[in-house]
Each structure stands twice: as structure tokens, then as C-alpha cells.
């Protein structure tokens, strides 16, 4: 039985659930648990990733998803000691081979390889294909952000298994594929859209199953179509896709302090590899 199956023999034990745990403990015990599966570099990455996006709020996302990594990498579908190559570049764009290493960490690189490129060309686009779970999205855009500079990421499942029933279906046949975007702003924080493409990210629900606890009405069906109150048969039947998340892509036009980002619907989709790929872009905001 793998370690996620673990999660679903009954409920957690309540003395144990929260333990307490600091940020930079809690990345080393991370990083020690992938680096004993043979992976070497790139587990401080996956490890911080995992760590910040609890830190965010976004326990879905966070260290629970180490079992997952650690199962994946036993199955073969993340692969250890392999390197991501760049396979077409020019000076505003690349495409990146992740040849099944960890996302995150090749993710990162895109990012911070369209960033550099964005310094000298005012926009970049870096796309990869063939990786792995990719994680919490929203950590690739904010380096953008962070850089003074709008950042888009998004993502397909893959060969990852498919969790989203089609409307009007009742099995599962597609990803959560979701999309990010941060623009730098003269307020507290960046603007920020992290969202999945269904009703809910996989990884939530995960979370409920791990907690013990019931999800709403209209996030999850069974496999004759109904409505599911419970996580644990997600597998059986499907997530339903995302109903009013076009509200979030329209929030997608706030000024910042020195221009306005135009809707994705205003402009086509880049392609993606349907091998597990994703897009990583930066615009720099002097081009605006």
C-alpha cells in the first residue's frame, strides 16, 4: 500500500494532527524524506515550494504532497538524477525537456530563465515539457512579481491521472490544468490569481480525506452521477469543472502602478506539449 493510500484507512488522530513544526525544520525533514528516494539538487526547491505554499495558507499544496512525490518517484514517473535540457531558445523564448525530474525545480528554472530574458526584452515566454506535479503554481508567477514584472504560469495534468468529469459526463477524462498570474502593485502585496480550471484542485480534497472532513455541495461527483459529500470516492467518479471561475480571469485587468494587464481571453492561448508541460512567462511592466 503507498503512502497516500495511508491517508484514507479512517480518521487522523486528533492528538497528533496539529503538531507544530517550525518553517526551517520542516524543510529539512522534507528534503531528507525526497533526497533518501536517490533525488539529489533539486529536493531543497520541491522542499521550500512545499513548505511555503503551508505557510501561504495553501495546506493542499504543501508538505502532505511529499507523500505523493515520494510514491511517484518509486513508480518511475518522476525520474532521479535526470537533467532538464533547453532544446530551442532564442532571445525571448525557450522550450525545456524536464525529462521527468521534479516540476517544481524545473519550473523554477523556467521562471527565472524568462525573467532574465524579460530584463532585455521587455517579454519572455518559457515552456516545458515532459515533468512531473508541478505543485502550487502561484510560487512561479510571484518571482515575477517579485522582479517587477507580470507573471503568468500555467499547466496541464499530463500523464498525471485525470480527477475532472466534463460537463454533462460522469467520469473523470480531464486535468485541473491550472492557471496563475501576479502583477506587481503599490499596495501590501502583488496581485495574485491562482486558480484550478474544475471546482476544486485535486490536492484539496486530498486534504479533506487526510482531516477527516466533508467537502460542499457541488465540487465533487460519484460514479452514477450524483453529488458526493464525501472526498473519499473522488477517484470513482470526478471533480466537476469550475463554474464561476471566470469571474477570477476578469479580475485579471487591475491597474497597477504603471500599466494594465489585458485579459487571457484577449489574446490566444500559447500551445502546450500534452506530455506534462506547462508555460512560465514574464512581462516586463516598462514595456506597458
Not at 505523493?68 to 525557450?94: F, N
Not at 527565472?112 to 518559457?126: D, Q, R, Y
Not at 480550471?197 to 452514477?224: C, H
Request: aromatic letters at 6%; hydrophobic letters at 40%.
Amino acid at each position: 500500500m503507498s503512502s497516500t493510500q495511508d491517508l484514507w484507512l479512517g480518521k487522523p488522530d486528533e492528538r497528533e494532527r496539529f503538531l507544530v513544526v517550525k518553517p526551517d525544520r520542516l524543510t529539512r525533514i522534507c528534503a531528507a524524506l525526497l533526497k533518501a528516494t536517490g533525488a539529489s539538487e533539486e529536493v531543497h526547491a520541491v522542499a521550500t515550494g512545499c513548505v511555503n505554499a503551508n505557510l501561504a495558507g495553501h495546506d493542499s499544496h504543501g508538505v502532505i504532497a511529499i507523500l505523493g512525490y515520494i510514491d511517484s518517484t518509486k513508480a518511475g514517473d518522476i525520474l532521479r538524477g535526470a537533467e532538464w535540457t533547453i532544446v530551442r531558445e532564442s532571445s525571448t523564448t525557450a522550450v525545456i525537456d524536464g525529462h521527468w525530474v521534479f516540476a517544481f525545480h524545473v519550473n523554477t528554472k523556467a521562471m527565472g530563465l524568462a525573467i532574465e530574458k524579460a530584463k532585455t526584452a521587455n517579454v519572455a515566454a518559457c515552456t516545458v515539457f515532459n515533468q512531473s506535479y508541478v505543485g502550487r503554481l502561484a510560487a512561479h508567477p510571484l518571482m515575477a512579481a517579485t522582479a517587477g514584472m507580470i507573471g503568468l504560469a500555467i499547466a496541464d495534468s499530463g500523464r498525471s491521472p485525470k480527477y475532472v468529469a466534463p460537463f454533462g459526463r460522469r467520469e473523470a477524462r480531464l486535468g485541473t490544468n491550472p492557471i496563475s498570474i501576479a502583477v506587481p502593485s503599490n499596495l501590501e502585496a502583488s496581485f495574485l490569481l491562482d486558480m484550478a480550471t474544475s471546482a476544486v484542485a485535486a490536492g484539496k480534497l486530498e486534504l479533506a480525506i487526510a482531516r477527516g472532513e466533508k467537502i460542499p455541495k457541488g465540487w465533487l461527483i460519484d460514479a452514477e452521477g450524483c453529488a458526493q459529500p464525501t472526498p473519499r470516492s473522488y477517484r470513482k467518479g470526478g471533480v466537476l469543472p469550475a463554474t464561476r471561475r471566470h469571474q477570477g480571469l476578469q479580475a485579471q485587468r487591475p491597474r497597477s502602478n504603471r500599466g494594465t494587464v489585458p485579459r487571457p481571453a484577449d489574446r490566444p492561448w500559447f500551445p502546450i506539449q500534452p506530455s506534462g508541460g506547462g508555460i512560465s512567462a514574464a512581462l516586463s511592466l516598462c514595456s506597458l
